[in-house]
């Protein structure tokens, strides 16, 4: 059996068997569960999903009642013009004005309106990729409902470990991690790719050894740092993966069904207690990118010093425990594409748009998308 070439059905079989419990709401089935139940060795069972995936055999999407097609979105050519005239670095800027009133649907709007024009943003031979959250996960699925992308030669690569999040809305059933949109984004090409998952849990207190065992090496991830990249951004409040795992009652079952957060909890929890005395409406002092948090200043905020130290320390630990792209890698990205919406977002997206605009984190983001909402916060507080 181990000899023999994977057939179309065989592929289809594994795909189905790694995938199939999504639609459960639990994480995909391990490669070494999948070894054992086909009796094939690893590289061939991720070869046959790869293949699976680019020869549209098998297909994962969201299955809503409303209407599948991807309409298109009512921008705001006046927000976007104000937008690259404050942060001139810009490529472009999309400002959707969405009628939406929750958060899923508003991240829905605005990623369908990135994905008709990953087109100009993805050339041959582009290394793309993708991180985890609502506004990936969107937007490559909106990718997905549009003609193919007929680039040659791209390269897939997610940028963090797994979290196994799910929508914040009822509507909303996927999982929300980088290794899944590689996964989703792989269909909406014409021609075969390469993707490189990172296939393992986010947090490890051996950080070291878990980044040796995937791409995110730093010498290997020279070999292949993406040209371009799919990026979301998060804030620690109520929706949010980590701010779930330390306020979700003690003996809840995680989303997930395994406590892939343990070797962070501690600082987790520590950071959530200190972080909500000073969240008020739009402000969340805590935001992160691809799950690396970061501290976000509002001036009208009196924050005590010794609160600020002690985030700042706790962030450290944390980010020193994640197995995801670090502030070195993601700088080495010349082409961000960062899709973000709602207004308690607006704070956090305005830092790395100023950062980028000042290079002062090495960040380099070449188009922003985000709500009508969101876009008047971030050049009213630009000012």
């Excluded at 951004?233 to 330390?246: D, I, P, S």
Aim: net charge positive; charged share 30%; hydrophobic share 40%.
């Amino acid at each position: 059996m181990r000899g023999k070439q994977i057939t179309d059905e065989e592929a289809i079989a594994i795909t189905l068997r790694r995938y199939g419990s999504l639609t459960r709401g639990q994480g995909e089935l391990a490669i070494k569960v999948l070894v054992d139940e086909f009796h094939r060795p690893k590289n061939a069972i991720t070869l046959a999903i790869r293949v699976a995936f680019q020869k549209r055999l098998v297909e994962i999407r969201r299955v809503e009642r409303e209407d599948l097609t991807l309409k298109s979105p009512t921008r705001n050519t006046a927000l976007e013009n104000e937008l690259r005239a404050r942060f001139p670095s810009l490529a472009g800027a999309i400002v959707v004005e969405s009628s939406e009133s929750n958060s899923d649907r508003i991240h829905r709007d605005i990623g369908y309106a990135l994905a008709r024009e990953l087109g100009i943003h993805i050339d041959d031979g582009a290394i793309v990729g993708l991180g985890s959250g609502r506004g990936p996960y969107y937007t490559v699925e909106g990718a997905k409902k549009l003609t193919p992308l007929s680039s040659r030669g791209v390269t897939l690569m997610s940028l963090t470990g797994d979290l196994y999040p799910q929508g914040h809305e009822k509507g909303l059933n996927a999982v929300l991690d980088a290794d899944f949109h590689t996964a989703l984004f792989s269909m909406s090409f014409s021609e075969l790719m390469t993707l490189r998952k990172i296939s393992s849990t986010i947090a490890h207190e051996d950080i070291e050894s878990a980044r040796k065992k995937t791409w995110l090496d730093r010498d290997e991830y020279r070999k292949h740092t993406p040209t371009v990249a799919i990026v979301g951004l998060g804030v620690l409040k109520e929706h949010h993966r980590f701010y779930q795992e330390v306020r979700r009652e003690t003996g809840a079952a995680s989303p997930s069904g395994q406590n892939v957060l343990a070797p962070i909890k501690k600082f987790l929890k520590e950071l959530v207690d200190i972080s909500e005395k000073y969240s008020q409406g739009i402000y969340c002092p805590i935001a992160d990118v691809c799950n690396r948090l970061m501290f976000v200043e509002r001036p009208d905020v009196r924050i005590k010093e010794a609160d600020r130290q002690k985030m700042l320390k706790l962030i450290e630990a944390i980010n020193a425990r994640l197995l995801t792209i670090d502030s070195d890698q993601l700088g080495r990205i010349r082409g961000l594409l960062l899709v973000a919406g709602t207004t308690q977002k607006a704070l956090a997206i305005r830092k790395l748009l100023l950062e980028s605009e000042l290079q002062q984190s090495g960040l380099r983001i070449r188009t922003v998308c985000t709500d009508s909402a969101a876009a008047q916060l971030i050049l009213e507080h630009s000012a």
